[in-house]
Structure formats: C-alpha cells, structure tokens
C-alpha cells in the first residue's frame, strides 16, 4: 500500500547525495525505483522538488522547504523506532546556537560530553552573538540570556549569571573611583551588546544608560578595553573572575549588584518533545551553572 508520503527517504537521500544514482547506491536499491519515489512525493505536493539536468541536480525553493521537514520526520520516526525497540538512544542531528563566549567557555564542553555519551546524535554548535531566528533557520536549542520575546518558542531556564561594574587600577588611579551611579556620568564606560547597566539599589531595580568611547558586542573585547584601563564596565562574574583574584581588576559597586540575569534553554514547539534535545537541555542544565561556581565561588562569598 502507497501514502501520499511515499518518497521521504529516497528523496532525503538525492538531495543529500545531490543524484539519484549516488543516493540509489546508499540505499541499496536500484535508480529507477529512487526516480520513481521522488516523482510519487513530487505528484502529492504538487511542485517539482529538483532542477534537473543531464549533469546535476539540484534543490527548488519548494524543495529545500521540504527537505527540513522531511529530516524532521525521518529523525522522528527512527528516535520512535529506538525507544520503541527497547535501546532508547537518542539519535539523529541536533542544531544548536549560543553566544560565543559562553559558548566557548562552558556550552562547547558540556557539548562535547553529551557527544560522546551519544555518538549517534550529530551536533552542529553555531557560536554567534547575533540573534538567530530559530524557525527559519532549522535550529534545533538557543542558548539565551536575559529577556525572551518571540512566543513561538518554549523556553526553560538553565542557569543564571551575575553581573559586576569593574575597572582597572590604573584607570581609578588616573580617574578617581566613582562613589555613586550618578559618578559614572563623568566617566568612560565601555558598553556591551546591552545598552544599559542594570543595578539594586535599596530592594529596587535601577537601569542606568551608560556613555563612553568604547562599545561592542563581544564581553571578550570589552573585556580586554578594562584591563588596558580604557574605562569603567559591567560584565558577567565568569569574564572578570580571574582578574579580580589577580588584582588586574577592581569590582566597583559591590553593594549595587543586580540580581542574577537567567539563562535559558530555547527551542521551537515542534522540538521540545525530541528525547535528544531533551537529554541535551536537562544536561546543560545540570552542569552549566556548577561550572559557574567552581570559577567564581570566592567572589560570590566575599
């Protein structure tokens, strides 16, 4: 018996093959039943998914909108066939985003731990500081920190970081040490992707616009301008920690700190019932923010 569906495989594989013949081979069967397939699922959706040509193939608009649903669909289905049959492994590709730094200095291992604890599951790790638009973009988890807007996507917080105002010695000894927020009007402050500072003043919450000569959206480049005593900046503990224990830096404000900026595990509704991508969020979860505290426990203390 055929279904309107009839094809999914045979046409994942052309166009991960890029032709029918190679894509025949990886299937064990013969390029004749591959062509057959295709044009089966091409005749239910009523579009051609490949340009055709005596020398190469190669994927519609409406086929590379098909493509990632159908993938979608063939993980799906083999996760169900695992957990179905007993090994409960996850399987199949996950798609993950997150900032660079945090990314680099604590998601990657956690990453890299869960590969090989699931060396079926494939892992594409995006570090980027842009905003990615998880739908359009066939992303399976973010890594996000601080407010979330788009209401398409569940989230689930991980972690938290706390923030600290920090300046070099040399720059407080050439400019003097602010003693109020106010004070901070009259000094260079080097700005990050936010174009605010958050504060606790009192029980309240206090936002403050800061101006300096010096902004960008990486902390790492912030973070170097603070220890070439350019200015004064806020940045999250794990940044600043080794600097504070060494002296190169200097927390500012200590009593004012805000409350913990969250960081969340996010990914579109049709994700969040993948056991891989499941397994991934509670692991994150579980030890992303003791690796916070092995690094910057002395100075939450102090």
Not at 59 to 82: F, N
Not at 84 to 94: D, F, K, R, Y
Request: net charge neutral; glycine share 8%.
């Amino acid at each position: 018996m055929q279904t309107d569906w009839d094809g999914i495989e045979e046409f994942v594989a052309v166009a991960t093959c890029m032709g029918f013949k190679p894509a025949a081979e990886m299937l064990n069967v013969s390029t004749s039943h591959v062509s057959r397939a295709v044009t089966r699922l091409e005749n239910a959706i009523g579009a051609p998914l490949f340009y055709r040509t005596t020398r190469k193939v190669s994927l519609t608009d409406t086929g590379r909108t098909v493509l990632s649903h159908c993938q979608q669909l063939i993980e799906s289905r083999d996760e169900l066939y695992a957990v179905v049959g007993g090994t409960n492994e996850p399987q199949g590709e996950i798609k993950i985003t997150c900032p660079t730094s945090l990314g680099e200095r604590y998601i990657s291992p956690i990453v890299r731990e869960f590969s090989q604890d699931y060396p079926k599951v494939e892992i594409t790790l995006d570090l980027s500081n842009r905003l990615v638009d998880l739908i359009a973009e066939g992303i399976d988890l973010a890594i996000r920190t601080g407010m979330l807007e788009d209401s398409r996507l569940i989230s689930s917080r991980v972690a938290s970081r706390q923030f600290l105002v920090c300046a070099s010695p040399a720059y407080l000894d050439a400019n003097g040490t602010p003693e109020r927020l106010d004070d901070l009007k009259t000094h260079n402050c080097l700005t990050g992707s936010s174009s605010t500072w958050r504060f606790r003043q009192g029980g309240q919450h206090e936002t403050l616009r800061p101006r300096g000569n010096w902004r960008s959206n990486s902390g790492a480049s912030v973070l170097d301008g603070l220890l070439a005593g350019k200015g004064i900046g806020q940045l999250p503990l794990f940044y600043v920690a080794p600097y504070l224990e060494n002296g190169r830096l200097v927390e500012l404000f200590r009593e004012l700190r805000p409350e913990p900026e969250p960081i969340w595990a996010v990914y579109p509704q049709a994700r969040h019932l993948q056991p891989k991508v499941h397994l991934l969020v509670d692991r994150i979860r579980a030890q992303l923010q003791p690796a916070f505290e092995v690094r910057i426990q002395h100075h939450l203390r102090g």
